[in-house]
């Protein structure tokens, strides 16, 4: 059996400035027992807003009851969900033209559900910062939707089209969930629990959703109480219009989780631990490296480095092969008429030549040159100089 009840009444801020709740709800079961609803916030700063909040919410719901089948075809509910917005959206503009005012002061958020409870299944679609919260079979409570807001605060409504508009499927079986527009969004899913594991104040929507023992004859009593809740809820926490819409199916029992699942946040903790990612701690300044000594320059080299020195070696063989070329010089041209003193020492430094036998023809001469005669024989030996 599928339970409904609603709650929506003007925030302390609007009761003080004498203006209506701008917030609008609307519920209703479709072909073969689906459920269609929808919560809408018209923006505070536009006059006619409550209008448009409540044509957005009424055409939406109505669209999606007569169009989405039995069957949960993802892809075809998320396109009637789209067909949905766009009607609700034309219908807005619709009301401001007949009612002779400009289109802005008719702005409106939506958030719309749909839900089958043979299957189990939620679908959703997103415009603005209301909210949806589901309670899962397993026990788990999750934040379905993110509000769409610029980084100045300033909220996406539906007029900003399917660019922005959202539309998706909840992972898992859903036993209970939750319509909320921002002001009780935020107290059910404040911004210091989204950063942790489980982003939602459990403690605050089990009130609304672990309902299951809930009948048709008590359902009045629910609704009473959670009416009297909101009222009483702190101005200083909860100023803005407030309206619920939980829609609880009993035939889902949700298990049980333990015990320190359901505790309330730790929010003294939760509020350090949010300014050390605001205001981080500043750091120690870094020592200063020293800078590192140049390496020193080598000593010059001393100028003998740069000379040409000579190979002992080198010279004594030299020295050798020229003694050679000049012993032999001398000892080939001398004339056959030079003192018997210096041609006996040449011949005594000269191999003997053999015997000629008779008759043999003459030998080449040894340079195939004429030999001088204009060298005088007494002229000292000297080495060549080098070349």
């Known amino acids: 059996m599928i339970i409904n009840y609603s709650n929506s009444m003007a925030g302390p801020y609007h009761i003080d400035k004498g203006l209506p709740c701008q917030d609008s709800r609307c519920f209703k079961e479709g072909k073969d027992g689906i459920v269609i609803a929808a919560v809408a916030d018209g923006l505070g ?6 209008i448009g909040s409540k044509v957005a919410c009424e055409t939406a719901v109505e669209y999606c009851a007569s169009h989405i089948e039995a069957e949960p075809d993802a892809d075809a509910i998320k396109k009637h969900m789209n067909n949905a917005f766009v009607e609700a959206y034309r219908a807005v503009l619709v009301r401001a033209d007949d009612d ?3 289109r802005d002061e008719y702005d409106t958020t939506l958030c719309l559900a749909a839900y089958f409870p043979k299957q189990k299944k939620l679908f959703y679609g997103q415009s603005g910062d209301s909210g949806l919260v589901a309670l899962l079979e397993d026990g788990r409570y999750i934040r379905v939707t993110d509000q769409q807001r610029d980084e100045d605060g300033c909220v996406y409504p539906l007029c900003f089209g399917p660019e922005m508009w959202v539309f998706g499927q909840v992972d898992g079986s859903v036993a209970s969930f939750m319509l909320m527009t921002d002001g009780v969004f935020e107290q059910v ?3 210091l629990l989204h ?4 982003d939602v104040n459990v403690r605050l929507a089990r009130m609304f959703l672990d ?5 048709a004859e008590t359902v009045g009593q629910l609704e009473a109480a959670s009416q009297k ?4 809820y702190p101005r200083k926490l909860l100023d803005d219009d407030k309206t619920v819409l939980t829609v609880i199916n009993t035939d889902v029992k949700p298990a049980v989780r333990e015990e320190a699942y359901y505790k309330a946040p730790d929010w003294e903790k939760l509020r350090e631990k949010a300014k050390q990612i605001i205001y981080p701690p500043e750091e120690p300044p870094k020592p200063v490296p020293k800078p590192e000594k140049p390496a020193p320059e080598p000593p010059p080299k001393p100028e003998t480095e740069n000379l040409c020195l000579i190979d002992l070696r080198d010279l004594k063989e030299g020295i050798g092969r020229i003694w050679e070329r000049c012993t032999g010089f001398f000892s080939f041209r001398s004339p056959p008429d030079s003192r018997s003193d210096r041609t006996s020492a040449v011949k005594s430094r000269s191999p003997t030549p053999a015997p000629k036998e008779a008759g043999s023809p003459k ?7 004429t030999a001088r005669t204009d060298i005088p ?3 000292p030996r000297k080495p060549f100089p080098r070349t």
């Open 45 to 50: 700063s536009m006059k006619f807003s409550e």
């Open 100 to 102: 002779g005012n400009s």
């Open 189 to 191: 899913c404040p911004a």
């Open 195 to 198: 950063r942790e594991e489980t």
């Open 211 to 215: 309902r299951s023992e809930v009948t």
């Open 229 to 232: 809740f909101l009222e009483n």
């Open 363 to 369: 030998g080449p001469e040894p340079s195939g040159k």
């Open 377 to 379: 024989g007494d002229i």
